[in-house]
């Protein structure tokens, strides 16, 4: 039986359409895809996301030893600030992307897809050297608070001044009187909050947000929503853009890798990989032919199989089918031109610049 979020019977009362994701029991939409995507876009969204999983180190030298798990460097951001970063193998292929939030050189918190939790945590667990890893993901709730009218909302539940907390930095407050961690993070594009608190407190604070949130335009979005937002900018899904058979330079995030930090788990393989050039990179593109690129698709080169589509879909936002995807270096500069076989037709697109959407 698929798990439940401490959310689910509210996605029920709100009707939602309920799909087994990662094996977990989750809204893919409440109305309609392009209607909560819209919302996400012009108002406010809400996002159940307690699915994902928290890994928290604690003690002295947490910092070293989380810092040697991931290839990004928290011995250069601040107290209450995070960043994104690869959890990589000795290969330099991702185990999981994740979030890692730096309460303190002696508290350090990890986000980790839903996909990955007990995968991650074995990881963590068998790599970790100094502080053991601590498997919160079952005692922590997390609702998204997106859109440009986000801030607004969040800051009529707070008293926190919202307005100090910069992107990708974090605050620990109450939330509409539930003690949250407030995190200016996100998956779609636009300003907002990932709010985490204690799953017994989750339905109180959803359906605060909701309440206060009727005048701003608030919806409840799904993982439809979800998907195609972070599409139109091309941030990478575990499992479709970035997996455990391609390198972070490969997937175009060498900017969350730190080859001049100490060791870290994959960076032998990288700075080899750097050295010598990667083979293939992750693009984006737009058809110029009908159709919609999907997850799986091969992409041909003079009718020769080159590359894979990883995600694709019609922008909600752009108008337009676009797809992500490896290929050739050779054909991944903006401009390239190839096909992509759908449904045994060979239907042309071009590379892009990305993200695909930018505010207007």
């Given at each position: 039986?698929?798990?439940?979020?401490?959310?689910?019977?509210?996605?029920?009362?709100?009707?939602?359409?309920?799909?087994?994701?990662?094996?977990?029991?989750?809204?893919?939409?409440?109305?309609?895809?392009?209607?909560?995507?819209?919302?996400?876009?012009?108002?406010?969204?809400?996002?159940?996301?307690?699915?994902?999983?928290?890994?928290?180190?604690?003690?002295?030298?947490?910092?070293?030893?989380?810092?040697?798990?991931?290839?990004?460097?928290?011995?250069?951001?601040?107290?209450?600030?995070?960043?994104?970063?690869?959890?990589?193998?000795?290969?330099?292929?991702?185990?999981?992307?994740?979030?890692?939030?730096?309460?303190?050189?002696?508290?350090?918190?990890?986000?980790?897809?839903?996909?990955?939790?007990?995968?991650?945590?074995?990881?963590?667990?068998?790599?970790?050297?100094?502080?053991?890893?601590?498997?919160?993901?079952?005692?922590?709730?997390?609702?998204?608070?997106?859109?440009?009218?986000?801030?607004?909302?969040?800051?009529?539940?707070?008293?926190?001044?919202?307005?100090?907390?910069?992107?990708?930095?974090?605050?620990?407050?109450?939330?509409?009187g539930v003690p949250s961690i407030i995190s200016r993070t996100g998956y779609t594009g636009e300003d907002g909050f990932e709010l985490y608190c204690a799953a017994k407190d989750a339905v109180a604070l959803w359906d605060a947000l909701l309440t206060e949130g009727q005048q701003d335009g608030v919806k409840p979005c799904g993982l439809g929503a979800r998907?195609?937002?972070?599409?139109?900018?091309?941030?990478?899904?575990?499992?479709?853009?970035?997996?455990?058979?391609?390198?972070?330079?490969?997937?175009?995030?060498?900017?969350?890798?730190?080859?001049?930090?100490?060791?870290?788990?994959?960076?032998?393989?990288?700075?080899?990989?750097?050295?010598?050039?990667?083979?293939?990179?992750?693009?984006?593109?737009?058809?110029?032919?009908?159709?919609?690129?999907?997850?799986?698709?091969?992409?041909?080169?003079?009718?020769?199989?080159?590359?894979?589509?990883?995600?694709?879909?019609?922008?909600?936002?752009?108008?337009?089918?676009?797809?992500?995807?490896?290929?050739?270096?050779?054909?991944?500069?903006?401009?390239?031109?190839?096909?992509?076989?759908?449904?045994?037709?060979?239907?042309?697109?071009?590379?892009?610049?990305?993200?695909?959407?930018?505010?207007?």
């Open positions: 039986m698929a798990r439940q979020t401490p959310l689910n019977e509210a996605h029920r009362k709100l009707g939602a359409r309920m799909v087994d994701f990662a094996g977990w029991d989750m809204p893919v939409q409440y109305t309609s895809i392009i209607g909560e995507h819209e919302a996400v876009r012009t108002a406010v969204g809400l996002f159940d996301v307690s699915h994902m999983g928290e890994v928290e180190f604690t003690g002295p030298g947490a910092l070293e030893t989380v810092n040697a798990l991931i290839s990004n460097d928290l011995a250069r951001i601040a107290d209450g600030q995070a960043v994104y970063a690869g959890l990589l193998d000795e290969r330099g292929t991702f185990v999981d992307d994740v979030v890692a939030y730096r309460f303190s050189p002696e508290r350090i918190l990890l986000c980790v897809n839903s996909s990955n939790r007990e995968k991650d945590f074995a990881w963590m667990k068998t790599h970790a050297r100094g502080v053991t890893p601590v498997d919160r993901g079952d005692d922590y709730a997390q609702i998204a608070v997106q859109g440009p009218k986000a801030a607004g909302l969040v800051q009529r539940l707070t008293k926190t001044d919202v307005s100090r907390i910069g992107t990708y930095r974090f605050a620990e407050g109450e939330v509409a998907d195609s937002l972070r599409t139109e900018m091309k941030y990478a899904l575990y499992g479709n853009d970035i997996d455990d058979q391609h390198t972070a330079l490969e997937a175009g995030l060498g900017w969350i890798v730190k080859l001049d930090k100490a060791d870290f788990i994959g960076k032998e393989a990288l700075a080899a990989q750097k050295a010598a050039g990667v083979k293939r990179k992750l693009v984006g593109f737009e058809l110029t032919g009908s159709g919609i690129p999907r997850h799986g698709y091969a992409i041909l080169k003079d009718g020769a199989r080159v590359g894979e589509v990883t995600s694709g879909t019609m922008g909600p936002s752009v108008k337009k089918a676009i797809g992500i995807g490896y290929v050739p270096v050779a054909l991944s500069a903006e401009g390239s031109t190839f096909d992509v076989d759908i449904r045994g037709r060979a239907v042309p697109a071009v590379v892009v610049k990305t993200p695909f959407y930018k505010k207007p």
